[in-house]
Nanobody
Framework: QVQLVESGGGLAQTGGSLRLSCAASVSVFSRYAMGWFRQAPGKEREFVAALAWSGGVAYYAESMKGRSTIYSDNAKNTVYLQMSSLKPDDTAIYYC?????????????????WGQGTQVTVSS
């Protein structure tokens, strides 16, 4: 069983930065690929960023390209999402998730394990 715990959310101003962390209970990177999703009130959960199983390739939602970086620290069993140039539209609960490496990186239903989420609020 994989447990994921997010941290690093909070309140930021427009144009500011935040780094989200997702700590895994076990060494997941040898078996799973990691991703970040977000869900704003009244909206569906949407893809933000993901790593390929090898960790060498990253994928981003169009809205996050150039403003975010996903990366992992295998020694710490942790994946990060560095976000900058934040906008009020980035306000959401952010979730990290783990998927089998053969599954689609952008589809939430293809992820097997989820964290509890961390709130990000961007003020205008």
């Amino acid at each position: 069983q994989v447990q994921l715990v997010e941290s690093g959310g909070g309140l930021a101003q427009t144009g500011g930065s935040l780094r989200l962390s997702c700590a895994a209970s076990v060494s997941v990177f040898s078996r799973y690929a990691m991703g970040w999703f977000r869900q704003a009130p009244g909206k569906e959960r949407e893809f933000v960023a993901a790593l390929a199983w090898s960790g060498g390739v990253a994928y981003y939602a169009e809205s996050m390209k150039g403003r975010s970086t996903i990366y992992s620290d295998n020694a710490k069993n942790t994946v990060y999402l560095q976000m900058s140039s934040l906008k009020p539209d980035d306000t959401a609960i952010y979730y990290c998730a783990a998927r089998d490496f053969s599954r689609t990186y952008w589809r939430a239903n293809d992820y097997d394990y989820w964290g509890q989420g961390t709130q990000v609020t961007v003020s205008s």
